[in-house]
C-alpha cells in the first residue's frame, strides 16, 4: 500500500481532534554511559532479560546484561542523541516483528520495519522475535522433498521439506547462488520464502533483490536485511526475526524456506556485542554461548505433525570459511547443529565445476527419504559411481597403461561431472532431472563428446516437452520410473539422438 | 558490590537512630559526601600508593571538628579495608534511605524551559498528595524535550512532553494507523 500525504494529514488531525492529554507513567531508569551502541543504565530493577527499553529520542534498546545495580543494553539503532542522565522507559514487551501475508515481496530491517519504499506495513499481527521451537510432540520425520533446482543437489544431497542444511566453503564459491537458486525454484510450488541477509555489502543485496524481481521469485519472497553498515545489535537480531516471520506462516500450515546468509558474520556481530558488555571471551574471542546462539535459531526449523498443521520450515544457513578451515570454531559449531551440510570449493569452482559442490564432504542426514522414488533409483548408483571415478581419476594420473574398465569409468565418470555442471539462476525442474539422469545412468550419453552434452540435454528436455509431454506429466503424477515409462524415455532417446544427429 | 554498599549504609543508618542524631548525621554526610565527590580527591582515595595514615589524615584535616564519632569512624574504617571506592555510593544510599525514614523524597523535573516558582510548587503540591510524601524538586532544562516536561521520582517517571507524544505518534503512523 501507498500512504499519500492526504491520507496522512487526514490521520495526524483526527489525532489532533481525539488528543486527550494522558501522563505516560511507567519505571524509569537513567543512562550512565552510552556508546558504540551499547548503554549502561541504572535503576530498572523490573527489567525483564530481553525486554525492550525505550530510549527519549524513540529508539529502543534490548536489555541483555542484568547486573547488580545496573543494566547493559544494546541499542537498536542510533546512539546518536542519547545522553547521560536521559531516562529510560520500561515497555514490558519484548522484541517483536509484524507476521503475515502484508511481509511477502517486501525488504524489511531486522526491526520488521519496510525499507523498500512501498509504503508502510498493514500487518496481520506481530509476532515475538524470540520463540521457543517446537516441542518433539510437535514434529514428525522429513519425508517431503524440497526441491532446489539444481542437479547437483536434488541427486546427491537432497533437502527434505524441514530440514537444516547448511552451505559451507570459502568466499567467492558460489554459497549465495545456490540458496538464491532454491528460491528461484520454489516458484508455482506454494513455498514461502524469506532471505535474511546479515552484514552484507548493500550492494550485493541489491543485486540479490533485482535477480529475485527479475525472476518473478520477489512474489512470494520477503527480504530482511541487515548490512554491514547497520548496528551490531540489529545485525543479531535479523535472523531471530526472519525466523519469526517464517514461522508464522508455518505455524498456519504453509511451507516455508529460510536462507540465513551468513552465520559467521552473525556471530562476528554477537561477539562484538558481547565485548562491549563485558562478557568474558572464549575462543577465538566468541562468548560462551556462540553455539546456543545458532542452536536456539536452527532448532526453530520443524516438519510439523498434521495435528499441528503440517506446516515446514527449511532451513539453509550459510557458513563462510576462510581458506577451506572447516575446523574452526563457528563452522564446527554449525556443522554439528544442521542435518547435512553442502561443501563447496575453491579448487573446484575454478576448475569450471559450478556449482562447486565436493561431494565427498557434503551430506544429507535426511537422505533418501527426502526424494521422490524415480530421483531416488537414479541417485543411489550415481553417488558411487562418482566417488569411484573420483579415486580413479587420482590414480590414472600416473599411468597412461589403463584397462578398458578403468576408461570406460573414467569416461562415465567425466560425463556425470559434465551433467551435473549447471549454470546459475537456471533451476531444473525435478522432471527434467530425473530424465537427464536417466540417460546418463543408462549409459546414453557414452558415445556423445562431452562438449555436446549439454547441447544433448538442451535437446532432449526440448524434444519431451514438444513432442512427449505424457512423460514428464507421469513423472510428476507418480514421481516413480515404472518399466512402462522406461521403455517410452529410451524411444525418445534414440528418437532424439538420431534427429539431432548424436551418436 | 550492591549488596555491599547497602549494608554499610544500613548500619550507618542504625547507629544513627540509636543515638538519635538522624537529622543532623544526614547533613554532615552531605557535607562529606559533596567534599569526596571531586575526582581528585577519588584518585587520591583510590590509589594504593597511598598509605592508609594519609589518607586518614586528609579527613582529619578536612572535618576534624564537624563530624559525629562514628561518622568519622565510618570513614577510616572504609579506607582501612581499601573499600575506598565505595564511600560515595554507600554515603548516596544512606542518604536517600535516611531522606525516605523522615517521609522525603527528591524528584527531578525537566523541563524545555525553565519553571516558574508557581509551576514547581503546584506540581510539588500534586505529587505530595499522591505519595504522602514530603517532596524536594530539582528543576533540569532540557531543549530536548520540546515542550511539556517529565518527572523522575523513585525509579519511575510520569512522561508529559512533546517529544515523548511526536514519538508515539510516528510509532502508530509506522504501523499502520490503527
Known amino acids: ?503 | 558490590m550492591a549488596k555491599l554498599r547497602n549494608s554499610y549504609s544500613d548500619v550507618l543508618l542504625e547507629i544513627s537512630e540509636k543515638r538519635g542524631t538522624l537529622e543532623k548525621d544526614k547533613e554532615q554526610v552531605m557535607v562529606v559526601r559533596d567534599t569526596l565527590e571531586s575526582d581528585e580527591v577519588q584518585s587520591f582515595l583510590a590509589n594504593p600508593h597511598i598509605p592508609v595514615p594519609v589518607k586518614e589524615e586528609l579527613f582529619q584535616n578536612a572535618f576534624s571538628h564537624e563530624l559525629a564519632g562514628h561518622v568519622k569512624g565510618f570513614l577510616s574504617y572504609m579506607v582501612g579495608k581499601k573499600r575506598e571506592k565505595l564511600i560515595i555510593p554507600a554515603l548516596t544510599e544512606y542518604i536517600d534511605s535516611a531522606n525516605r525514614r523522615s517521609g522525603r523524597i527528591e524528584a527531578k523535573v525537566v523541563s524545555a524551559r525553565a519553571l516558574t516558582k508557581e509551576q514547581i510548587e503546584s506540581i510539588r503540591r500534586i505529587l505530595a498528595r499522591q505519595t504522602s510524601l514530603e517532596i524536594m524538586i530539582e528543576n533540569k532544562v532540557d531543549p530536548d524535550v520540546i515542550g511539556g516536561f517529565y518527572i523522575l521520582m523513585d525509579g519511575h517517571i510520569f512522561d508529559c512532553t512533546v517529544r515523548t507524544e511526536l514519538n508515539r505518534m510516528k510509532e502508530r503512523l509506522k504501523r499502520g494507523m490503527q
Open chain 1, 1 to 503: 500500500m501507498i500512504v499519500n500525504i492526504d491520507e496522512i494529514s487526514k490521520f495526524i488531525k483526527s489525532q489532533i481532534k481525539t488528543y486527550s492529554y494522558e501522563p505516560d507513567y511507567s519505571e524509569a531508569g537513567t543512562v550512565v554511559q552510552v556508546g558504540d551502541g551499547i548503554a549502561r543504565v541504572y535503576g530498572l530493577y523490573g527489567a525483564m532479560s530481553g525486554e525492550l527499553l525505550e530510549f527519549p529520542n524513540g529508539t529502543y534498546g534490548m536489555a541483555l546484561n542484568l547486573d547488580e545495580d545496573s543494566i547493559g543494553v544494546v541499542i537498536m539503532g542510533s546512539d546518536a542523541g542519547i545522553k547521560e542522565g536521559d531516562p529510560v522507559k520500561l515497555t514490558g514487551r519484548m522484541a517483536e516483528v509484524p507476521v503475515g501475508d502484508s511481509m511477502l515481496g517486501r525488504v524489511v530491517n531486522a526491526l520488521g520495519e519496510p525499507i523498500d519504499n512501498k509504503g508502510s506495513i498493514i500487518a496481520d499481527s506481530y509476532r515475538k522475535i524470540e520463540n521457543i521451537a517446537p516441542s518433539v510432540m510437535m514434529r514428525r520425520e522429513v519425508n517431503r522433498p524440497l526441491q532446489t533446482g539444481i542437479k547437483a543437489i536434488d541427486a546427491l544431497v537432497p533437502i527434505g521439506k524441514g530440514q537444516r542444511e547448511l552451505i559451507i566453503g570459502d568466499r567467492q564459491t558460489g554459497k549465495t547462488a545456490i540458496a538464491i537458486d532454491t528460491i528461484i525454484n520454489q516458484k508455482g510450488k506454494d513455498v514461502y520464502c524469506v532471505y535474511v541477509a546479515i552484514g552484507q555489502k548493500a550492494s550485493t543485496v541489491a543485486r540479490i533483490i533485482k535477480v529475485l524481481n527479475l525472476t518473478g521469485a520477489m512474489a512470494y519472497t520477503t527480504v530482511v536485511l541487515a548490512t554491514a553498515s547497520d548496528p551490531a545489535s540489529l545485525q543479531y537480531i535479523a535472523p531471530y526475526a526472519g525466523c519469526a516471520i517464517a514461522e508464522e506462516w508455518m505455524y498456519r500450515g504453509k511451507d516455508v524456506l529460510i536462507v540465513y546468509d551468513d552465520l559467521s558474520k552473525h556471530a562476528v556481530a554477537y561477539r562484538a556485542i558481547s565485548l562491549l558488555l563485558k562478557r568474558p571471551p572464549g575462543r577465538e574471542a566468541y562468548p560462551g554461548d556462540v553455539f546456543y546462539l545458532h542452536s536456539r535459531l536452527l532448532e526453530r526449523a520443524a516438519c510439523l505433525s498434521d495435528e499441528y498443521g503440517g506446516g515446514t520450515l527449511t532451513a539453509l544457513p550459510i557458513i563462510e570459511t576462510q581458506e577451506g578451515d572447516i575446523s574452526a570454531y563457528i563452522p564446527t559449531n554449525v556443522i554439528s547443529i544442521t542435518d547435512g551440510q553442502i561443501y563447496l570449493e575453491a579448487d573446484l569452482f575454478n576448475d569450471g565445476i559450478r556449482p562447486a559442490i565436493n561431494p565427498g564432504y557434503s551430506v544429507s542426514r535426511v537422505g533418501g527419504s527426502a526424494q521422490i522414488p524415480a530421483m531416488k533409483k537414479l541417485a543411489g548408483p550415481l553417488r558411487i559411481e562418482f566417488a569411484q571415478y573420483k579415486e580413479l581419476a587420482a590414480f590414472s594420473q600416473f599411468g597412461s597403461d589403463l584397462n578398458q574398465d578403468t576408461i570406460d569409468r573414467l569416461n562415465h565418470g567425466e560425463r556425470i561431472m559434465e551433467v551435473l555442471i549447471q549454470p546459475q539462476y537456471k533451476p531444473m525442474a525435478v522432471e527434467d532431472q530425473v530424465l537427464m539422469l536417466y540417460a546418463l545412468n543408462k549409459g546414453h550419453l557414452k558415445g556423445i563428446e562431452l562438449s555436446r552434452i549439454h547441447n544433448f540435454q538442451r535437446d532432449f528436455i526440448h524434444y519431451v516437452d514438444t513432442h512427449a509431454v505424457h512423460i514428464k506429466e507421469e513423472i510428476e503424477k507418480t514421481g516413480d520410473l515404472s518399466d512402462e515409462l522406461a521403455e517410452k524415455i529410451e524411444a525418445v532417446i534414440a528418437e532424439v539422438k538420431e534427429q539431432y544427429n548424436y551418436s
